[in-house]
């Protein structure tokens, strides 16, 4: 069974920073890629960040410059720091990973979320 837990997730003042943590667990056999999405109230859930397994990095318009995506293979883990944090940053924030499971083949798995709360 593959898991992706997240953690980070908080509120902060505006202009603060705060870095997200995902782990995935379960029979990996290759972790294809790793990204960040978020949701806001009332609206639809997007894309923030992604990373592939070879370190190529993609990110929104809105975020560049201010967040930064990493992570770390041998741990399935990606993180996501954001600095400049901005009262629109405001979201719930989901994992995505890209895997390949040992006897399942090639899927798409989600985290549960985790609250980011920007003050102004």
């Known amino acids: 069974q593959v898991q992706l837990v997240e953690s980070g997730g908080g509120l902060v003042q505006a202009g603060g920073s705060l870095r997200l943590s995902c782990v995935a667990s379960g029979s990996i056999f290759r972790n294809n890629a790793m990204g960040w999405y978020r949701q806001a109230p009332g609206k639809q859930r997007e894309l923030v960040a992604s990373i592939t397994l070879y370190g190529s990095t993609n990110y929104a318009d809105s975020v560049k410059g201010r967040f930064t995506i990493s992570k770390d293979n041998a741990k399935n883990t990606v993180y996501l720091q954001m600095n400049s944090l901005q009262p629109e940053d405001t979201a719930v924030y989901y994992c995505?990973?890209?895997?390949?499971?040992?006897?399942?083949?090639?899927?798409?798995?989600w985290g549960q979320g985790t609250q980011v709360t920007v003050s102004s």
């Open positions: 995505n990973a890209d895997l390949t499971i040992t006897n399942l083949g090639r899927n798409d798995y």
